[in-house]
């Protein structure tokens, strides 16, 4: 193991020598930087530096206080350690050997109030903290990622070489990375990502689950539907990677997809988004789905019983099955553009929020390439917001418009056979549900005021009055004029 003298320190020190932590730092050498490496258990440092990292320029250490001294100044450390304690643990231990100026930067999966805390907590001694989210797996993490800092502004400068070098680059070289905002706000936009992530998933999978029971595809029939559907414009990783899964057999030639037990797993990102945005007051209702999607999902023992006992319908399609799949793609579309008209709109609601100054276009520059949902879809929202960077919601923008309303009778007649045919579509169906409330000008929440008034003299405002004037009434001439008083959550 070798240590760096005074001659020759590294650019950057990395914490966590997992297959995201081992994969960055070769990442980081591929690109010309030297990397201090240090891990809690030495016997992975030794390995790593012997094996995969054998002949690079990166400096093995066996002990915090080694590390930091081998670091040009100002030090720059990134942790990719699990989220939560182990986090405040290193930092804990840092902090000692750290000078004015030296940057902290925490490269996993955390939540973003905990890099909003930490921002604060270091900044008050002197020091820097970034709290960046990084996509695109062990292979991103490789081959370059879409990397989202968010955290003290002085500290960009510093990492912006490295990040930017090592990230994913799209079309015209452009890297895959930019400065988000404050504090927490690189880690909310990963959170939102991962949300978005949960979405696309849902949906594709939902899609799935209509040409094999509905339409009656084989998995290889489906295979060349999502085949075709990458080659336009739902082109994504994710459509990618399902084409490649319902072409994959086990051993016995079957479809190895049709093994693997119905039960979804989750890490609790997309449980934060859907908290985050019922905090802020934005209606997330199709992320929402997905993560309620997974917990059913979940139940499996449960719904083996149920499914002993409840009947519903038998799927049987009527009409041309190469139209009802071109419906199908549509339909995918549209509530693609929904999914990610929501995430938009919970970024910007938490901007006003917590005071950070999010570049939309920007995020999804971010987006376009490196990352779990990277597609050629984001090319257009960067494209929306580059025209009008204070665009309210995707759906408004002329191009979305255009998309969802010339794909709505598909969008219906697949619900509609879907909900026939008793076929589960709880992220699609939502999706539909939510463009017809937001483009509805008068919804019944009326009614649902005076039921308030009623039961709770929790008061209504009039269309004939100015917004912001109260009322109460009293509905059974039995109660007082007394009003509850106004909040909203």
């Known amino acids: ?9 590294a650019d950057i020190g990395l914490i966590g020598l997992a297959v ?22 030495i016997d992975k440092v030794n390995h790593f530096v012997n094996g995969r990292g054998n002949g690079k320029k990166i400096i093995g250490t066996n002990s915090i206080e080694e590390l930091t001294a081998s670091l040009k100044s100002p030090r720059k450390i990134m942790l990719m350690v699990k989220a939560g304690k182990p986090v405040d643990d290193f930092i804990e231990l840092l902090i000692p050997h750290l000078d004015e100026g030296d940057i902290i930067i925490d490269g996993g999966n955390s939540h973003f109030p905990d890099s909003m805390r930490r ?13 960046t989210g990084v996509s695109g797996g062990e292979e991103g993490a490789l081959n370059g990622p879409s990397i989202m800092p968010g955290g003290s502004p002085q500290a960009w400068e510093h990492v912006k070489p490295i990040f930017q070098s090592i990230a994913a680059k799209v079309e015209d070289g452009t890297p895959c990375c930019d400065w988000v905002g404050e ?3 690189g880690h909310f936009v990963k959170m939102v990502h991962n949300g978005i992530e949960y979405g696309d998933m849902q949906l594709i999978s939902e899609t799935y689950h209509i040409m094999k029971d509905l339409v009656g595809l084989s998995y290889d029939e489906m295979h060349e539907v999502f085949k075709e559907w990458n080659e336009g414009e739902l082109n994504s990783y994710l459509i990618e990677i399902t084409r490649d899964i319902l072409a994959f057999k086990d051993e016995d030639g079957l479809p190895l997809v049709e093994k693997i037990l119905d039960t979804a797993g989750q890490k609790g990102t997309g449980k934060w988004t859907v908290t985050a945005s019922l905090d802020v007051g934005a209606p997330l209702t199709l992320i929402g789905e997905a993560v309620y999607g997974r917990t059913l999902s979940a139940l499996k023992k449960e719904r083996t019983e149920a499914s002993k006992i409840l009947n519903g319908p038998k799927p049987k399609l009527e009409g041309d099955k190469k139209q009802f799949i071109e419906d199908l793609r549509k339909a995918l579309y549209a509530s693609k ?11 910007r609601y938490a901007a006003q929020e917590y005071g950070w100054n999010l570049n939309y276009g920007g995020i999804a520059l971010m987006w376009r390439g490196g990352c779990i949902i990277r597609s050629v879809f984001l090319g257009k929202i960067k494209e929306a917001f580059d025209k009008n960077p204070n665009l309210t919601n995707l759906l408004l923008d002329p191009f979305f418009k255009e998309k969802i309303e010339s794909s709505q009778d598909a969008w219906r007649r697949v619900l509609s056979a879907s909900v026939l045919n008793g076929i589960w579509t709880p992220a699609l169906s939502t999706a539909v549900n939510y463009f017809d409330g937001f483009r509805n000008g008068r919804l019944p929440a009326n009614l649902l005021q005076a039921q308030r008034d009623y039961f709770g003299a929790h008061t209504y405002e009039r269309v004939d009055k100015p917004r912001g004037e109260f009322f109460h009434t009293n509905w059974t001439g039995r109660g007082g004029a007394t009003a509850s008083s106004t909040y909203n959550v």
Not at 119 to 131: D, Q, S, V
């Open 183 to 185: 504090n927490g706000a």
């Open 119 to 131: 921002t604060k907590y270091l900044e008050e001694k002197g020091l820097l903290f970034i709290g």
């Open 337 to 347: 553009i929904v999914s990610y008209a929501q995430g938009y709109v919970l970024m």
């Open 1 to 9: 193991m070798a240590a760096a003298d005074k001659n020759n320190k």
């Open 20 to 41: 995201m932590g081992e994969n960055l730092v070769l990442n980081m050498e591929n690109h010309g930087f030297s990397v201090a490496v240090y891990n809690r258990t």
